[in-house]
């Protein structure tokens, strides 16, 4: 297995709703990462986990909340977003940090 | 700050011509300089990369060019085919450092 699986591909919630995006890899990487990306730009780094422990926060604002609940597993936990946190949201792994980062496709946010 | 600035911001090609992407750096310390291919509404794919230690590096159609004096590189995309069509981010990292420094990505369109 090679590569980076995300779900759901798209969601749609509400600035009340708590949702959960879900992250998996199964190539044994120790790093996985969530990225934002917005139209036309770059992806924005926002979390990295190294050994399943929190390693940078890109001083994200709280309504995300990361988990790692072990090394194959990756979840991005959303509440009280705002309109402007709609985005696709990316997540990646390594072999360990600073290595290839190979990315998944991705779950596109709306929130309304 | 960006730490990678890329250039140009789009290109059009004619199929079978070569495509070529310019990326430029400041920070002596990166070592490792990876280019992504992404289309629209999917992930970024680790297309190629180069590590200082090495001019050139090919990869089928896709090539690096690396100067290592100039503190450049680029992509070239040899017979440019309609399914090359992409936004192409290239970036650069440390040594230990799990942040990817991201240029502003290049849009390639290959007209038939």
């Known amino acids: 297995d090679t590569e980076v699986t995300q779900t759901p591909k798209h969601l749609v919630m509400g600035m009340t709703n708590k949702k959960s995006l879900k992250c998996e890899q199964h190539m044994g990487h120790r790093a996985m990462y969530w990225y934002k990306q917005k139209a036309k730009k770059p992806p924005e780094l926002m979390f990295v986990?190294?050994?399943?422990?929190?390693?940078i926060n890109e001083s994200v604002p709280s309504r995300f909340s990361p988990e790692c609940p072990n090394s194959s597993l990756l979840n991005l936990h959303l509440h009280a977003l705002q309109p402007e946190d709609s985005a696709l949201y990316l997540c990646?792994?390594?072999?360990?940090?600073?290595?290839?980062?190979?990315f998944g496709p991705g779950t596109r946010l709306t929130v309304l | 700050q960006q730490q990678v600035k890329q250039s140009p911001q789009s290109l059009i090609v004619q199929k079978g011509g070569i495509s070529i992407i310019n990326c430029a750096y400041e920070n002596t310390a990166f070592d490792y300089f990876p280019w992504y291919q992404q289309f629209p509404g999917k992930g970024p794919a680790l297309l190629i990369a180069?590590?200082?230690?090495?001019s050139e590096k090919k990869e089928g159609r896709f090539t690096i060019s690396f100067n290592k004096s100039a503190k450049q590189f680029s992509l070239h995309i040899m017979d440019s085919q309609p399914g090359d069509s992409a936004t192409y981010f290239c970036a650069a990292s440390t040594a230990g450092n799990n942040r990817l420094a991201f240029g502003k990505g290049n849009q390639v369109v290959v007209i038939p």
């Open positions: 990646a792994s390594s072999i360990k940090t600073y290595n290839e980062q190979f």
């Open positions: 986990y190294s050994y399943e422990k929190l390693s």
């Open positions: 180069i590590r200082p230690d090495v």
